[in-house]
């Protein structure tokens, strides 16, 4: 769900786009399946609080759906709004009025059918709602920020988030000073690696998905460093932890 930010949201109303999202379904296995795809989809590019979603690449869907209220749009209109940007995304990247930057273009059929369907359900329900998620919608996507991985064995593990959002399994991490392997298995389709920089390193490792280990070798005297992933955007989406070695 990449694409242009408020602008673009706002635009789609504008011109009388017929929402086709308006009548969907939106029972707790849809909004389930949507949360889960928007994770797995759409939260690398995208900000959206309740799924723990810190993307900067593309639109933050909390101030589109606050500008698309300011606008007199209710929660059913920006669910077809929604919808419909998925189905016919920005063939260009577009530049974000605020700052400036220019964003990504959206690939086209990133979910499709029902999927696209229960995406545009759960950003329409859950842009800019004070709250957590609870029950199933809870489980998915969860805050991994208070995990703290431990070396073991010379080698230190900082898996990456199974779902695809932008995180590690770990918040922080420790190890012994010395030669140090540093792994990130990455579950997801999406693509992420694991690095590290402090005192005068920057080690990345290769770029990895479906399953792949990205992992890297350093020599780490005692001090403070930062693990994070070195994928544009990631880093900055919030895919970063401190590494204390004592």
Request: include cysteine; proline fraction near 5%.
């Amino acid at each position: 769900m990449r694409g242009g930010r408020v602008g673009g949201v706002v635009a789609v109303a504008a011109v009388g786009v017929v929402l086709s999202g308006c009548q969907l379904k939106d029972d707790g296995d849809n909004l389930v399946n949507g949360k889960t795809q928007f994770i797995g989809k759409c939260a690398s590019c995208h900000t959206l609080s309740r799924a723990n979603a810190t993307g900067v690449v593309g639109p933050n869907l909390d101030e589109a759906w606050q500008q698309a209220q300011k606008d007199g749009m209710g929660r059913s209109t920006y669910r077809g709004v929604v919808h419909q940007q998925i189905l016919n995304p920005a063939r260009t990247p577009q530049v974000d009025p605020a700052t400036g930057r220019v964003g990504a273009a959206m690939p086209a059929d990133l979910v499709t059918g029902e999927d696209a369907e229960d995406v545009a359900a759960y950003v329409a329900m859950a842009a800019a709602r004070r709250g957590d998620d609870s029950g199933r919608l809870g489980t998915i996507g969860q805050d991994f920020s208070n995990r703290v991985a431990r070396a073991e064995g010379g080698t230190l593990d900082i898996p990456a988030d199974p779902s695809g959002a932008l995180a590690y399994t770990f918040g922080s991490a420790e190890a012994p000073a010395g030669r140090l392997t540093i792994a990130s298995e990455n579950e997801s389709s999406v693509d992420h690696n694991i690095a590290v920089e402090g005192a005068g390193i920057d080690e990345r490792g290769p770029v990895v998905n479906n399953g792949g280990v990205s992992r890297i070798e350093v020599d780490l005297e005692p001090g403070e460093y930062t693990f994070y992933c070195s994928v544009p955007g990631h880093r900055e989406g919030g895919m970063e932890g401190p590494l204390r070695v004592e």
